[in-house]
């Protein structure tokens, strides 16, 4: 049967019908379900992040200090070091402060361990970093609260980036007590 | 006190009536007198948007449908939804005005631009909603509001320093079912509240830890296709792979507080405001069912005895984000679907759900527009939100130690918890701070 002879036999019943149907919003096509994620990276050398941060602080310190160690692992070690880290990690966060890519990991790590000596070093860091790692090292020592940087700070109010100036006077309103 | 908006509005009536008496005869637009039911600009809430996504989309349509909204341009860090929304604005205005931006700084510049709706992923929402309060903007901002302790109170403090409209994205206080289910509390008809029911995220939809894993490294798109480096924002930089930027984000600890943040921010928030307890949080969180996915629940008790228990399963399948409020003398329990189910006392006070308004987003999003202009606090205000989430985020804190915790609502403390008390803030990427 043609297709011209198909459309000749609708009925004028048939025809409204269609017609009212199609007037009526149409169900949405079903969304393609997404793609599920794939597997996750894992660490030739030391695992998955799960594995890695099950370390005890000897261990966590020891992928810091491994020269080839992935930075995938060190950000890791960082961030759980974060929890239970102590002052035995202080110095391998310390020498990440100044690496470009793992900085900012070294003071996730660093911020929340509860010694003087994450300040110290932090208030190294000052004199070794430029620019956002600067930055960074300077939000820190501000959310340590840490009365020591002060006059570093105060002397940063001066730098000549101003992103640099207006994070040094941030981390001063945070250290200073009120008058 | 006067206002960026009000000095605005002030300028543009100012500049109408000196223009009338200087250059008569003056034509004025009507609709720009407010006439033909139109509203005139000076009356109009301009609003800009921050990273617009599905959720925000939708939030966006409610502003839209708003007369006295003008929205004017879209920042985002993706070309393909600044390209959408957009095309969203300028089909709904007729014209082509809606500007793009992809860093929020060309935002905060626009002095025409009186509020913001936040719309990011969370891992931006608590910074993004204060430095646009530091830029003078009134804020709009979807949930989960914060990633951690510290950025809930810096979020409460900045708004409450600043004298700024903030609405968290937790429209359900404006829902007709959870407003009756609130009124029933605090009238007093269920008696003295007891315990009070908050559902968290189903575990086997989002489950309640978040991993650390990352994806693999994919091609990062060019900057303009999508900016990767402030996709991440404040959150520790990782190889860019495209599902996370096409909406698969949650589920990882630096970009999602799981099942506890997604829910508990809506369903702990509605408890603690009818509680009573919004200005505060529990004392004491007791996590269960850790090892699994499903079915976990932490309960947790206030200073003056209540109890609230935030889990992910038991309710009575009345929709998706179920609350149940108990008191010695009868209780209530309605989610989604709208619908209550009371104890057999109350069943005597029957409640008819409102023909009209019924639309809670709607609703919550006229909520903010009206405090804009009337400078009073929306329902979700900062300093409520903010400790929702404080709660929420304790709650999220024990659940991941598998041990009981006691806090200190003072001072946003754990009592004798070092490793907790550790939890409560994340360093941030440089160059972003609180």
């Known amino acids: 049967m043609s297709q011209q002879n198909r459309i000749a036999q609708t009925t004028p019943a048939m025809a409204a019908s269609s017609a009212a149907l199609a007037q009526q919003p149409q169900p949405a096509p079903a969304k393609p379900k997404p793609a599920p994620p794939p597997p996750p990276m894992v660490d030739e050398k030391y695992g998955s992040p799960a594995q890695i941060m099950a370390l005890p602080v000897a261990k966590l310190v020891g992928i810091l200090k491994d020269p080839k160690a992935s930075m995938y692992a060190k950000a890791k070690a960082c961030q759980q070091l974060a929890l239970v880290g102590d002052r035995s990690a202080v110095p391998a966060l310390a020498a990440l402060l100044t690496d470009p890519q793992l900085s900012h990991y070294a003071r996730y790590g660093l911020e929340p361990i509860p010694d003087a000596s994450a300040d110290e070093a932090l208030r190294a860091a000052l004199g070794k970093v430029q620019g956002k790692l600067l930055i960074g090292v300077i939000n820190s020592l501000g959310v340590r609260r840490d009365t020591k940087a002060i006059s570093a700070l105060g002397k940063l109010l001066l730098h000549e980036d101003v992103q640099v100036s207006q994070a040094a006077d941030s981390a001063l309103a945070r250290i200073r007590p009120p008058l | ?434």
């Open chain 2, 1 to 434: 006190m006067k206002t960026e908006l009000l000095t605005r509005r002030k300028l543009f009536r100012g500049v109408v009536q000196a223009g009338a008496l200087a250059a008569a005869p003056m034509i004025v637009p009507s609709s720009a007198l407010g006439l033909n039911g139109a509203v005139p600009p000076s009356d109009r809430v301009t609003l800009g948007g921050l990273g617009i996504g599905s959720r925000g989309t939708r939030v966006l349509q409610s502003f839209l449908a708003q007369g006295d909204i003008q929205f004017l341009a879209i920042c985002d860090v993706r070309d393909e939804r600044r390209e959408l929304i957009k095309s969203m604005a300028d089909k709904k205005y007729g014209n082509r005005d809606c500007s793009m931006y992809s860093e929020q700084d060309e935002l905060w510049a626009r002095k025409d631009i009186d509020a913001l709706l936040i719309a990011t992923g969370d891992r931006w929402h608590a910074l993004l909603s204060i430095l646009s309060a530091r830029a003078g903007k009134d804020v709009f901002c979807e949930k989960p509001c914060s990633m951690t302790i510290a950025e809930s109170r810096a979020l409460a403090d900045t708004y409450q320093r600043l004298g700024r409209i903030y609405q968290a994205g937790t429209q359900r206080r404006n829902g007709p079912n959870f407003v009756r289910a609130y009124e029933l509390a605090r009238s007093g008809k269920l008696g003295k509240l007891t315990t009070l029911h908050a559902e968290a995220g189903p575990g086997e939809r989002w489950a309640p830890l978040t991993t650390h894993d990352w994806l693999p490294a994919e091609p990062e798109p060019p900057k303009q296709v999508c900016d990767w480096d402030r996709w991440l924002g404040p959150c520790p930089w990782r190889p860019y792979n495209a599902h996370y930027v096409q909406g698969r984000w949650r589920g990882y600890f630096d970009f999602h507080g799981g099942g506890i943040l997604e829910w508990g921010s809506h369903t702990v928030d509605l408890c603690q405001w009818a509680g009573d307890v919004d200005h505060t949080a529990p004392i004491e969180y007791e996590p269960h069912g850790m090892g699994s996915i499903t079915p976990y629940s932490i309960h947790c008790r206030y200073a003056n005895g209540l109890k609230l228990v935030l889990r992910d399963k038991g309710f009575m399948g009345l929709g998706t984000c179920h609350i149940r409020y108990e008191g010695d003398q009868g209780w209530v329990e309605t989610a989604d679907s709208l619908k209550i189910e009371v104890s057999e006392n109350l069943r005597s006070d029957p409640w008819t759900l409102p023909e009209t308004n019924r639309d809670a987003t709607a609703n919550h999003v006229r909520d903010f527009v009206d405090c804009v202009k009337s400078r009073k606090q929306p329902k979700s205000n900062a300093l409520a939100a903010g400790q929702a989430h404080i709660a929420s985020h304790a709650a999220y804190i024990a659940f991941q130690l598998g041990r009981k915790l006691t806090f200190d609502p003072a001072t946003d403390t754990f009592i004798n918890d070092a490793e907790a008390n550790r939890m409560r803030s994340r360093a941030m990427r440089e160059p972003w701070r609180l």
